[in-house]
């Protein structure tokens, strides 16, 4: 029957009854999975199991059918599913006349019980009920302790730093900063560290040269308004002197007091194109400020000389910058080992993956930017097609990320790197935020490590970033939860977008929400949260409707920006509205006026 709406109540029942006794089965089928658990979370384990039970079995037209009955469509339930299902049925056998069919066994609340798991992972910083505020602390914070302060005047609970950057010293400064913000503020606040884990990146492509473009202002239809003004700064100058619109210029220059303002200096720029460079006026410094009438391309040892003078100015050493290649659709490169190898070949930091790698698999560059397909595939290189670019060609650097959403990759979670870091986050974080972690034994590994140090009590947050972690999240937290160590759930959504494809996050997040709340694991709401405003100053829209959704999670993260306190503000007040909005009229319905109600102004 593919449409329950109007099966009869009686069919509905043996429905119900059927889903219970499959709930009751998977829990006899798994018990083995729940005795491993730790006893502070095998009642979350259970109802993660009939959570994952109910939903391989329901039938989709379920919900609809219980809500024309006036009965609760189990929609909402997954804290708590079994004995929802159970009132549901229990009421049903009311409506048919018949008594019920078994006792109602009483559970722990599971709201109660996400508290208290909120309340150890994050340590009751947050109002009940409301989210917490987790922010990425920029590298300046280490020297500006006011920074950090500022932060939790405006309602940051959780502060983040990155292992991925910076270093331990820095690390430490950042630490000191915090404890002294949470003694001027009276504000507790937690301390979160990442593990930076593997990186599988574009490695170093060959150097090219500096190019330094000069280019006069334009109007709105593309003319020049004034000329570009250029600083030719001679080795030894001041870096900057007062002229701060002008384009800086390192350059040797020969004779050059012999020139005087209107004087000119013609050569060819790194276009080939003949350009002119004319005198405004030369500083006693020996700076010489110059403009140009059109668009000029500056290079390493390009020389201009005086038009009807022997004044001469050669472009000054540039440090090279990385390198890049300009892939095109239908274009055959491989992946190695090894160092740049030229124009066909790009290198790959983490080679190992070439195991793991079959033919027809997809392969993303650069946030999903470009993309192909393998082609041949041997331990030490990897052929692809690009299939994903711009026509005329997309640009990739070095240092961007590389994603194969369709293969199962066995690089283990935890790095050399990272186990060297643990010296220092074990001393000073509450909780570690654990990268790319995919299977089981990720976790174990990471338990390992910390035992060893002592720290088998500090909380891991699991940062859900890859489609394998995401198909492999129950079993994950069934792993998590065989330790009594704290739990969390972060929801990485950069990574998790390119490899499972933008029209695929919303429903994915939503997903992990509800895997989250069957779990009883707080999750955290993360990337990109009010990037906009934390840039540039002011959100878009669509990012304060993000910041709301994310509200209906435990925490939501921000990452670091020039306005980030101003971030945090908002966000506060955004999460502080939306854990009230459910018990507040609605605006809509007080200023509603009846025809037969006096004009009352609304409260």
């Not at 009940?128 to 505020?133: K, L, Q, S, T, Y």
């Not at 983490?350 to 027809?360: A, C, I, S, T, W």
């Not at 490590?449 to 079993?475: H, M, S, W, Y």
């Not at 304060?544 to 503000?569: E, F, Q, S, W």
């Amino acid at each position: 029957m593919n449409d329950l709406t109007h099966a009869p109540d009686s069919w509905l029942l043996d429905t119900l009854r059927a889903l219970r006794s499959t709930l009751e089965r998977n829990e006899v089928e798994e018990a083995a999975s729940l005795e491993a658990i730790h006893p502070d979370y095998r009642v979350s384990a259970r109802n993660l199991l009939h959570f994952i039970a109910f939903h391989r079995h329901a039938h989709p037209g379920l919900p609809k059918a219980l809500r024309r009955r006036g009965l609760c469509p189990l929609t909402d339930c997954d804290a708590h599913l079994l004995s929802s299902l159970e009132a549901v049925i229990t009421a049903l056998e009311a409506l048919e006349g018949l008594g019920p069919s078994t006792a109602t066994q009483e559970q722990p609340g599971g709201a109660d019980v996400l508290e208290q798991h909120c309340d150890r992972l994050f340590g009751a910083l947050a109002a009940a009920g409301v989210a917490g505020i987790m922010v990425t602390l920029p590298a300046e914070a280490a020297e500006r302790p006011a920074l950090i302060a500022d932060l939790l005047e405006a309602g940051m609970s959780i502060a983040r730093i990155n292992c991925a950057h910076d270093d331990p010293v820095a690390w430490g400064r950042m630490v000191d900063a915090l404890s002294q913000a949470r003694v001027t503020t009276g504000r507790p606040c937690a301390m979160a560290m990442d593990l930076a884990g593997p990186k599988l990146r574009i490695g170093q492509l060959a150097l090219q040269p500096a190019v330094i473009r000069a280019r006069p202002p334009r109007d709105r239809m593309g003319r020049p308004t004034q000329p570009v003004r250029i600083l030719a700064v001679p080795p030894g100058a001041p870096p900057r002197p007062q002229d701060t619109e002008a384009v800086l210029l390192p350059a040797r220059l020969s004779k050059a007091k012999r020139l005087k303002q209107g004087d000119r200096l013609q050569g060819r720029d790194a276009s080939g194109r003949r350009r002119t460079l004319t005198v405004v006026r030369r500083g006693p410094d020996g700076v010489l400020l110059l403009q140009a009438d059109k668009t000029c391309y500056f290079t390493s040892g390009l020389v201009f000389r005086q038009r009807h003078g022997k004044a001469r100015l050669r472009v000054g050493p540039l440090a090279p910058v990385s390198g890049e290649r300009l892939l095109l659709p239908g274009d055959a490169i491989r992946l190695t080992p090894e160092p740049d190898q030229g124009a066909a070949t790009l290198p790959c930091t983490l080679p190992e993956v070439f195991f793991d790698l079959r033919l027809g698999e997809r392969v993303l560059f650069d946030d999903g930017r470009i993309g192909g397909v393998i082609r041949a595939v041997s331990p030490q290189e990897v052929v692809l097609e690009v299939t994903t670019a711009q026509a005329r060609g997309s640009r990739l650097r070095s240092d961007k990320g590389i994603n194969f959403p369709d293969s199962d990759l066995r690089t283990p979670a935890i790095t050399a790197k990272d186990i060297e870091d643990l010296a220092f986050v074990t001393r000073h974080a509450d909780m570690i935020c654990y990268s790319f972690v995919h299977r089981e034994s990720d976790i174990q590994t990471l338990r390992q490590c910390l035992e060893d140090r002592g720290r088998g009590d500090l909380a891991v947050v699991l940062k859900i970033e890859t489609r394998q972690a995401f198909l492999n999240l129950p079993r994950l937290l069934l792993a998590a939860m065989a330790h009594g160590a704290p739990v969390g759930v972060m929801i990485a959504r950069g990574d998790l977008a390119i490899e499972c494809g933008w029209e695929a996050l919303a429903p994915i997040q939503e997903e992990i929400l509800r895997i989250c709340a069957a779990a009883h694991v707080p999750c955290i709401w993360a990337t990109e949260v009010l990037d906009t405003l934390a840039q540039h100053g002011h959100p878009t829209r669509a990012e304060i409707t993000d910041a709301a959704m994310g509200a209906r999670a435990d925490a939501v993260m921000l990452n670091k920006g020039p306005n980030i306190t101003a971030t945090v503000n908002l966000l506060e007040a955004i999460v502080a509205r939306s854990a009230s909005d459910l018990s507040q009229p609605l605006l809509t319905c007080l200023a509603f006026q009846s025809n037969c109600e006096p004009d009352n102004p609304v409260p």
